[in-house]
T-cell receptor, first 115, second 115 residues
C-alpha cells in the first residue's frame, strides 16, 4: 500500500537549537499536510503544500515540498519549549480509486525541548 | 461548540465486551474519518465516510470493528468482543469535503482501556 515514511522518530534538542523532520513517499503525492499534536492533545492542522518545490513559512517554521512531490520537510528555527509535541506529515495520493480523499499519516516525530 | 465532539472521553471495559464510540462532526462537514492511535504511535487509519457514498473500510483491522454514519451527521464506531490490543485512543476527524486537500479537524478522542 501507499506509505509515508517520517524520520526521525524522536528528537531531543536544547532550547534555541534548530529541528527538522522529514517525510518521504515512494509515490508522487497530490499534496502534503502537516499537523502538530501536543502531549495529551489531538492533532491540529498546521499547513498544506500543493505545488512542486513549494516553500511556506509560519514564523519560525519552514515547510518545504520536494520538486518531485515525493518528500517534504518541516524545519523549526530556534526551538522554544512551546514547540514540544509530535509533528505528523500526512500525504494525499492522486485522486481516483479508494484512496481518494484519504490522508496517509507518517509515524510522527516526537520533539522534546530542554530548557 | 464548533469543533468535533467525541464521547465518551474515556472508556474502561472488560475483555469480551462490546463498546460503541460516538463522533459528532463539525456542522456542514461531509467527510468523516476514524483513526486509532496507540500510546506513543502514529495515526492508524480505520475508515472514512464521504456524504452518502460507500465508506472506505480498508483500514478496519478485523470484522469485530464496524462503523456507521447516517447522512452527514453523527458516526458511531463499534468494537465487538473487545481484546486487550484494542486499547488505544480512537480519534475522529471531519473535513469540509473529501478531496484529500482539506484540513482535517480532530476531536479530543476516546481513550479506550480493555482490562
Amino acid at each position: 500500500g501507499q506509505q509515508v515514511m517520517q524520520i526521525p522518530q524522536y528528537q531531543h534538542v536544547q532550547e534555541g537549537e534548530d529541528f527538522t523532520t522529514y517525510c518521504n513517499s515512494s509515490t508522487t503525492l497530490s499534496n502534503i499536510q502537516w499537523y502538530k499534536q501536543r502531549p495529551g492533545g489531538h492533532p491540529v492542522f498546521l499547513i498544506q503544500l500543493v505545488k512542486s518545490g513549494e516553500v511556506k513559512k509560519q514564523k519560525r517554521l519552514t515547510f518545504q515540498f520536494g520538486e518531485a512531490k515525493k518528500n517534504s520537510s518541516l524545519h523549526i528555527t530556534a526551538t522554544q519549549t512551546t514547540d514540544v509535541g509530535t509533528y505528523f506529515c500526512a500525504g494525499s495520493f492522486n485522486a481516483g480509486g479508494t484512496s481518494y480523499g484519504k490522508l496517509t499519516f507518517g509515524q510522527g516525530t516526537i520533539l522534546t525541548v530542554h530548557p | 461548540g464548533a469543533g468535533v465532539s467525541q464521547s465518551p472521553s474515556n472508556k474502561v471495559t472488560e475483555k469480551g465486551k462490546d463498546v460503541e464510540l460516538r463522533c459528532d462532526p463539525i456542522s456542514g462537514h461531509t467527510a468523516l474519518y476514524w483513526y486509532r492511535q496507540r500510546l506513543g504511535q502514529g495515526l492508524e487509519f480505520l475508515i472514512y465516510f464521504q456524504g452518502n457514498s460507500a465508506p472506505d473500510k480498508s483500514g478496519l483491522p478485523s470484522d469485530r470493528f464496524s462503523a456507521e454514519r447516517t447522512g452527514e451527521s453523527v458516526s458511531t464506531l463499534t468494537i465487538q468482543r473487545t481484546q486487550q490490543e484494542d486499547s488505544a485512543v480512537y480519534l475522529c476527524a471531519s473535513s469540509r469535503i473529501s478531496t484529500g486537500d482539506q484540513p482535517q479537524h480532530f476531536g479530543d478522542g476516546t481513550r479506550l482501556s480493555i482490562l
